[in-house]
């Protein structure tokens, strides 16, 4: 259960990273298309980090 609980946690959070960035991206996406696709390449790493980080319980 608590494996299951973890990964619902990170489920949760991978929407709001891609809920989080989708927004930035659309603001960023009038000022300039360059720095919102930079940054949305910086982001991918650090959310497929975290979810293959095993969970200490």
Known sequence: TTKNSTINHDRKLLKKLKINTMNN??????KSKNISKEKKLKDIPVAI???LKPHVS
């Open 25 to 30: 991206s659309d603001n960023n996406e009038i």
């Open 49 to 51: 980090n975290n979810i």
